[in-house]
């Protein structure tokens, strides 16, 4: 190979020249995949580039819908008591039914239709003993446009508290 021309396969994608490299790179790939025999790569729904083109601004600096706590807190409610109920405390039971409590949480306020929010849902579980509990958070917060839930449930045996924070991203 003479003239500062190669031809090399890494990973199944063909190399070909230094000339075909966009500028300032030093990889030059291709977009052809010799290698047709793994299923994700054909086509498949699951397989994703990568790839995530520019688009284009917005200009626009809050949220068209603001998350509004107060559209949650009847079905959050609602799912924490279905599954903690009279439920006795042990460890990791509860720590799955937190689990479960929090995705389910979390796929209802996704649910509501506020674009540019990312969620962040907490559940604590704890035995009651006669203790005095004292939770706390810290993030950047903006007062203007983000927003937070917190949900109670006790029962005879147990404290649970859940928190949604919806975090708007500009």
């Known amino acids: 190979m003479s003239g500062g021309r190669r031809m090399s396969i890494a990973k199944g994608f063909r190399k070909d020249s230094y000339a075909d490299r966009p500028r300032g790179s030093n990889v030059d790939v291709d977009p052809y995949d010799d290698d047709d025999t793994n ?4 086509g498949s729904s699951v397989w994703k580039s990568g790839f995530k083109g520019k688009l284009g601004n917005t200009y626009r600096l809050g949220p068209k819908v603001q998350f509004l706590p107060h559209l949650i807190r009847k079905k959050g409610t609602e799912l924490m008591s279905q599954a903690f109920g009279e439920l006795i405390y042990e460890h990791d039971k509860c720590r799955n039914v937190a689990d479960k409590v929090a995705a389910d949480i979390l796929a209802f306020t996704k649910e509501q239709v ?57």
């Open 39 to 42: 299923q994700l790569k054909r």
């Open 114 to 170: 506020c674009d540019r929010y990312r969620y962040v849902v907490r559940v604590i579980v704890g035995e009651k003993r006669g203790q005095t509990v004292k939770i706390a958070s810290r993030a950047l917060w903006d007062v203007e446009k983000d927003n937070f839930l917190t949900l109670n449930f006790e029962n005879q045996h147990l404290f649970a508290v859940g928190m949604v924070f919806g975090i708007y991203l500009e």
